[in-house]
DNA sequence: CGTCTATTTGAATGTACTCAAAAGCGGTGG
DNA sequence: CCACCGCTTTTGAGTACATTCAAATAGACG
C-alpha cells in the first residue's frame, strides 16, 4: 500500500492519531510516472507537491545556453516541489523529471492548505522538513565555495551512497555543477591514484 | 522601541493578538553589538535566533586553507541563526559577525520553543520564514552554476541594493564565491564599458 | 597623524570548459 | 541471437575564466 509509506514517513517526526492519519491520506493522490516523464515543467505553475515512493527525480533549471543543472535529486521517503512556485502560484522555471520508473503520492495546493488548517502537527513537520532541506542547501553552497570538484564528487559519494551506482554520470555532474567530460577525467584520476 | 521592530515584521505575516505579543516580547532580549563582535562562533553552540533591528551581520564559514566564505548576509529586518546547530545544539561549524555597529533581538532555544508550543502562529510565521529563505538560496545555487561571476555581481546590486554601498567589496566577493582581486577587476571592466 | 585594512594592477598559473571524435553499453526489433 | 540505435563515457588538444602572489595606492578609523 503506498500510503502507508507515506504515514511511516510522517510518524517518524511526529505520531499522529488515526483520525488525523485518515485526514491525511484522503488528500493524496497515487500516481505512477514513467521514466523521463515530468512533474513540472518550466512555464507552469506548480500545483502539486510530490511524496517519492519509490523511483527517482530531478529538478532542474535551463540557463539561457539551453544547459541543465539539476538542483536537487529526490528519491524514496523524499519531497519534491518548486516550493517557491507553489506557495506564489507564480510559473515556475524549473523542471522535475522522473530518472527511473517511479511512484509518487501528490497533493495539490489546496489539499495542502486543508492539513495546515486543521492538522497543527502537519505544520510542524513540514516547517521541519523544510529546515533540514535548508540546511543541506546552505552546505552545499559553502562547499562549492570551499572545495574544487573532485572533493565535491567524494562528498556526493559519500552523503548520497544509495544514488551513486542509480544515476548516470552526466547527471551526478549537472549535480556537481562541472561538465561530464570533466568528472570523467575526476574519476579517472581517482582509479589511477 | 526596539522590540516594536518586530512586532511589526511578524504582523507583517499573520495579524497577532495583544496577549501574544506580550507573550513573544517577554522572551526576547535586546542587545547592542559592535563591529566586528561575533554572535556565533565556530565550535560553540548555536544557543539564540537573532533577530536584526539595525547594522549588518555576515555568516561564514572558515576552509582548511583559512579562507572565509560567506554564506548569507543579514540587515534590518532579518533573522539569523545557524539553524542547523541551533535546532541539533551540536557544534557549528560557522560564524556571526557584526560589519556595522548593530542591534539585535535575541531569543534563546527554550523561549523559541515555548513559542512554538504556546502559539501556533508563531510556528506558521517560521515556517513562511524559512521557506523564503530556502528559495532564496536555491536561487543562489542555481546561478553559481550557470553564470559568471560578473553576471553574478550584477545580480547581487540587484538583487540587494540596500547593501551595495554598505559592504567592503572583499565581503561581496566572499559572498559572490571569488576573491576581492578579481571583483576589482570586473568592477573596473564594468567601468570601462 | 599613523596604522590597519581595502582596493587596484599586473604577470604567471591552474582549474575547469569547449569542441571533436572514438569507444562502450544497453535495449529493441528483426 | 545478432545488428543496430541512442545515449553515456572516455580521451585529447586548445582555450577561457578565475586564482595566486606581489606590490603599489588609496581610504578609514582611532
Chains 1, 2 share one sequence.
Request: aromatic fraction near 12%; glycine fraction near 4%.
Amino acid at each position: 500500500m503506498k500510503v502507508s509509506a507515506l504515514i511511516l514517513h510522517l510518524e517518524s517526526f511526529i505520531p499522529l492519531k488515526q483520525e488525523e492519519k485518515d485526514r491525511i491520506e484522503e488528500q493524496f493522490v497515487p500516481q505512477t510516472v514513467k521514466r523521463k516523464h515530468k512533474l513540472l515543467t518550466a512555464g507552469e505553475v506548480c500545483k502539486d507537491y510530490f511524496f517519492v515512493v519509490s523511483g527517482c527525480f530531478r529538478m532542474f533549471g535551463v540557463d539561457d545556453k539551453g544547459f541543465e543543472h539539476n538542483i536537487q535529486f529526490a528519491s524514496e521517503k523524499d519531497w519534491i516541489a518548486d516550493i517557491g512556485s507553489f506557495y506564489s502560484q507564480k510559473t515556475s522555471q524549473l523542471n522535475i523529471e522522473a530518472l527511473e520508473p517511479s511512484e509518487v503520492l501528490r497533493i495539490p495546493q489546496l489539499g495542502l492548505y486543508e492539513l495546515f488548517n486543521n492538522i497543527p502537527k502537519i505544520n510542524r513537520i513540514f516547517k521541519v522538513m523544510i529546515e533540514y532541506k535548508y540546511i543541506e542547501l546552505q552546505n552545499r553552497v559553502l562547499q562549492n565555495f570551499s572545495s574544487t570538484a573532485e572533493q565535491r564528487y567524494l562528498a556526493f559519494l559519500e552523503q548520497y551512497p544509495h544514488l551513486k551506482n542509480r544515476l548516470p554520470n552526466t547527471q551526478v555532474a549537472s549535480y556537481l555543477g562541472i561538465t561530464p567530460e570533466f568528472l570523467s577525467k575526476i574519476r579517472k584520476d581517482l582509479r589511477d591514484s
